[in-house]
T-cell receptor
Framework: DAKTTQPTSMDCAEGRAANLPCNHS???????VYWYRQIHSQGPQYIIH???NNETNEMASLIITEDRKSSTLILPHATLRDTAVYYC?????????????FGTGTRLTIIP | DTGVSQDPRHKITKRGQNVTFRCDPI?????LYWYRQTLGQGPEFLTY????????KSRLLSDRFSAERPKGSFSTLEIQRTEQGDSAMYLC????????????FGPGTRLTVT
């Protein structure tokens, strides 16, 4: 699976949009971009994933650049409960490649 | 709550003792995964099951570690002769069999080896 690079930490004001970047310059054509987050003392929580089109769900939006070498997770109206470590993971969605390979993620702090 | 559950949530043990953790996945999920997470790091994959079959094991899973899922439902992870380096959060996750499906994680078991 391709390696990802994320900033170590970010701050965002409550109520503003939080934009979390991820670089995955070695991504292959059959690799998806997944985002998980981990709130302190809890297990990771799935947020969203995509291949090449932008995706949106009730939690967030995922914007993937046309060359697929980077992506941005957007939390449209951040709340204090969004304070967490956010992991960007690139993964081939195929049988025999089931594990998730986490990096160290971005620690997002929402400021009141 | 029908999410993934883990028991116990916390375990303190002395070096050299054996410990066993249990994971109950979401009931209709065929796949079950174990990960380990040390302080400041992301989770690291240990092993996974498709029903009762253990299909992949990481090199992190030394011979002191064993995982089972005898009836394809709950799973246990046993660590024999614990070492201080085994202190970590042990996370369990489950997912349906469909390709690329997201994994749902439990709250984890925090192990402290003294």
């Amino acid at each position: 699976d391709a390696k990802t690079t994320q900033p170590t930490s970010m701050d965002c004001a409550e109520g503003r949009a939080a934009n979390l970047p991820c670089n995955h310059s070695t991504i292959s054509g059959n690799e998806y971009v997944y985002w998980y987050r981990q709130i302190h003392s809890q297990g990771p929580q799935y947020i969203i994933h995509g291949l090449k089109n932008n995706e949106t769900n009730e939690m967030a939006s995922l914007i993937i650049t046309e060359d697929r070498k980077s992506s941005t997770l957007i939390l449209p109206h951040a709340t204090l409960r969004d304070t967490a470590v956010y992991y960007c993971i690139v993964r081939v969605a195929d049988f025999g490649n089931e594990k998730l390979t986490f990096g160290t993620g971005t620690r997002l702090t929402i400021i009141p | 709550d029908t999410g993934v559950s883990q028991d116990p949530r916390h375990k303190i043990t002395k070096r050299g003792q054996n410990v066993t953790f249990r994971c109950d996945p979401i009931s209709e999920h065929n796949r079950l995964y174990w990960y380990r997470q040390t302080l400041g790091q992301g989770p690291e994959f240990l092993t996974y099951f498709q029903n009762e079959a253990q299909l992949e094991k990481s090199r992190l899973l030394s011979d002191r570690f064993s995982a089972e899922r005898p009836k394809g439902s709950f799973s246990t992870l046993e660590i024999q002769r614990t070492e201080q380096g085994d202190s970590a959060m042990y996370l369990c996750a489950s997912s349906p069999s469909a390709v690329g499906y997201e994994q749902y994680f439990g709250p984890g078991t925090r192990l402290t080896v003294t």
